[in-house]
T-cell receptor
Framework: QQQVKQSPQSLIVQKGGISIINCAYE??????FPWYQQFPGKGPALLIA?????SEKKEGRFTISFNKSAKQFSLHIMDSQPGDSATYFC???????????FGTGTRLKVLA | KAGVTQTPRYLIKTRGQQVTLSCSPI?????VSWYQQTPGQGLQFLFE???????NKGNFPGRFSGRQFSNSRSEMNVSTLELGDSALYLC????????????FGQGTRLTVV
């Protein structure tokens, strides 16, 4: 019940394309869902986050879509750029514990 | 505003030794969490400290311990190191008080030989 399942494991997208990464969770107590971007040798950097009271949140080229009934959420990267090539992690947390449960990560490669 | 600072960045230790890692959170942040990142297990929660008190603990053996000081700086200690403890150890800083945005440091890469 504590797992967050992330797919795909790896993704190759052409420059200018849309990258889509999906996550699913079981624990309905989770109420905070962030996405992190990690480059090699660096720590994860917070990209965007959403709470269950909204179905979509957009920040620049990054959009989170949230489906509460299906217990799924996804990250869409519009107009993907080679500089977006990194590993992306979804996470879920219950604000009462502040403990993040991370997905297994998606390695994105954007071809120039 | 300075980010999360972790020291040292790299560490090589021998099996059986102990190690202490340090984390300075963002100024004004009172919550520090520690995570272990490995290729096989991904990012796993170790523990969280808020105002010098451990608030939550992950499923790691007692060899992993931590503490937080009055200035919010935190240390993590691993005793009797095993080869499997080789990992990137990440510290995350949050303001606490209900804000769940966590900001990570660059991590300490620990290699146990």
């Amino acid at each position: 019940q504590q797992q967050v399942k992330q797919s795909p494991q790896s993704l190759i997208v052409q420059k200018g394309g849309i990258s889509i990464i999906n996550c699913a969770y079981e624990n309905t107590a989770f109420d905070y869902f962030p996405w992190y971007q990690q480059f090699p040798g660096k720590g994860p950097a917070l990209l965007i986050a959403i709470r269950p009271d909204v179905s979509e949140k957009k920040e620049g080229r990054f959009t989170i879509s949230f489906n509460k009934s299906a217990k799924q959420f996804s990250l869409h990267i519009m107009d993907s750029q080679p500089g977006d090539s990194a590993t992306y992690f979804c996470a879920a947390a219950h604000s009462g514990t502040y403990k993040y449960i991370f997905g297994t990560g998606t390695r994105l490669k954007v071809l120039a | 505003k300075a980010g999360v600072t972790q020291t040292p960045r790299y560490l090589i230790k021998t099996r059986g030794q102990q190690v202490t890692l340090s984390c300075s959170p963002i100024s004004g942040h009172r919550s520090v969490s520690w995570y272990q990142q490995t290729p096989g297990q991904g990012l796993q929660f170790l523990f969280e400290y808020f105002s010098e008190t451990q608030r939550n603990k992950g499923n790691f053996p007692g060899r992993f311990s931590g503490r937080q000081f009055s200035n919010s700086r935190s240390e993590m200690n691993v005793s009797t190191l095993e080869l499997g403890d080789s990992a990137l150890y990440l510290c995350a800083s949050r303001s606490g008080g209900g804000n769940t945005e966590a900001f990570f440091g660059q991590g300490t890469r620990l290699t146990v030989v």
